[in-house]
């Protein structure tokens, strides 16, 4: 078996343990690969061991790797996690089945128009940006509700969720809370919550999605 495959089994399991702690259905739980930085072939070894569902945050990255895998395995699904620029955003509707950085109203103009040409809808999910940092994407949690509100009426997208990366030097759970409170509020029946250091955590605070990388694949090479 390969390393990766271990590590997969591993996961799932700790996602069920997650899960059975917090009283909820493991199947509610999707797991999101983060292959970003690893060869296509580590790719094919996650397939090989059942994994479905793979995370790249760089647009370019994931169009080299990921047409040839999707040829040979059609139900591969492809999120894009990554800070998107404007002059992407039709890169990534036709690649992404899920894009959950959408964070800025620009982008999501630039999202429906590349979805109106392309024929094609991914799923959407807002980042917020929790934990108010300066330097991190996301929308701020007092905007949030006016900026779903301009996604959809505006612009008509389809916004599914929330997703967010906390601030790495904090205990993340007040910001999963905060998270499970908002997409409460706003009826958003997606959230995507934690990484390979704190997915357990996430599912507590109720996580429908764990994007989770250096656990399963290994540490990445810093680009
Ligand atoms: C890289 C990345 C992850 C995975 O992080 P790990 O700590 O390696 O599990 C999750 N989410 C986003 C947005 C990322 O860029």
Do not use: W, Y
């Amino acid at each position: 078996m390969s390393h990766i495959a271990a590590n997969l089994i591993q996961i799932r399991d700790r996602i069920a343990e997650a899960c059975h702690q917090a009283g909820r259905d493991p199947a509610a739980v999707q797991l999101v690969a983060v292959s970003k930085f690893h060869p296509a072939e580590s790719v094919a070894q996650a397939l090989a061991a059942g994994q479905l569902v793979f995370g790249e945050n760089r647009v370019q990255e994931a169009a080299q790797k990921f047409p040839a895998l999707r040829e040979a395995t059609p139900a591969l699904r492809l999120h894009v996690i990554g800070a998107l620029q404007t002059n992407k955003a039709r890169d990534a509707v036709r690649i992404a089945d899920v894009i959950e950085s959408l964070d800025r109203p620009k982008l999501a103009a630039s999202l429906a128009e590349a979805m109106a040409r392309e024929g094609r809808r991914p799923g959407l999910l807002v980042q917020v940006n929790i934990g108010r940092e300066p330097q991190k994407a996301g929308i701020d949690p007092e905007a949030l509700d006016d900026f779903i509100a301009e996604c959809r009426e505006t612009h008509g997208l389809p916004v599914e969720g929330l997703m967010c990366i906390p601030p790495a030097e904090e205990d993340p759970s007040p910001h999963f809370v905060a998270m499970q409170e908002a997409a409460a509020r706003l009826k958003l029946g997606v959230l995507s919550m934690g990484m390979s250091g704190d997915f357990e955590q996430a599912i507590r605070h109720g996580a429908t999605h764990v994007r989770i990388g250096t656990a399963i694949f290994g540490h990445r090479a810093t680009p």
